[in-house]
DNA sequence: GTACATTTGTTGCAGATGCAACTAATAATT
DNA sequence: AATTATTAGTTGCATCTGCAACAAATGTAC
């Protein structure tokens, strides 16, 4: 490839990721949804199911763990889920979410399909679809080096 | 298009972003590179044409002027630019380059063109031009809502 | 079964981020 | 010319990030 174009790839991805998360933060707090883009991406991955340890929770968000060590101190803070120790295994605490946590499902994850359909305005199904594949593409040429 | 796929597309963006931008520290850290990731966007920029006032660069990187003001204090302080006061327009300064500075410009471009070929890895020429113009077709519609 | 290693989560440190409030300087209105 | 925007840059606050060092609990090896 031309490597006049492989130099700004970075900022390309870059700029449609930040345009992205500022667009989401700015859905979230239209509708009233007491989250911001990174204590949603916890929340998403705890709406699917509860009760991981934080190791994992890192895993899956590419974060490590003090970052979401960190994260669960302000949600837990603010009511949205509460850590229960694990007797099987007293390194590690149960996340739990509080009924308030649960609530806040429905509208936060319109507020995310609002900021997709924002970004793939005028691009087709197959289109949408191709450019998922090219995401995922990358991802799996990062983690397998 | 199917909406529990437009759920995690934020997900998937977010970690392409993330992997990415972890892997350019990494190569800018293993090559003596004295820049983190956010700095080599700005330095990016600079080494581009001194002599832009921070609004544009703000403008230029999607980020705030106050995020401007603090990495340029960082990368003053380290050395690697100054500020000069602009005699035309007291509010503004120009940010001219040290020598230090224009310095890093080779090897940290060297980085960057490493992790767009890690993140390109297996795909061909037009599958990636494809790539670039999905993503430009996303930044353009946050861009004109 | 005791010593060593690994794993889980936390804290300290330096770097970023956005928003809102602020100062200083320039532009626009009247 | 004097008052009123507007603009450029900075600072305070809350959030988030990775890395490295650490404690406590668990696993492994001898």
Redesign the interface.
Known sequence: ?N?F???P????????????????AHQLKQAGVPLT?DQY?VM?ILWEGDSLPQCKLAESL??DRASVTRILDTLERDGLLVRVSNAADRRMFSIELTELGRSLRLKA?QC??A?????????T?E??A???R??????K???Q?
């Open positions: 490839m490597p174009q492989l130099i790839f970075g900022k390309v991805m870059g700029s449609a990721h930040t345009l992205l998360v500022k667009n989401l883009p991406r998403m590419e974060r994850i995310s399909m900021v997709t359909q924002t970004a793939l305005r005028g691009l199904e289109e949408a191709i450019g998922f090219f995401l995922h593409h990358i991802i040429n990062f983690k080096p």
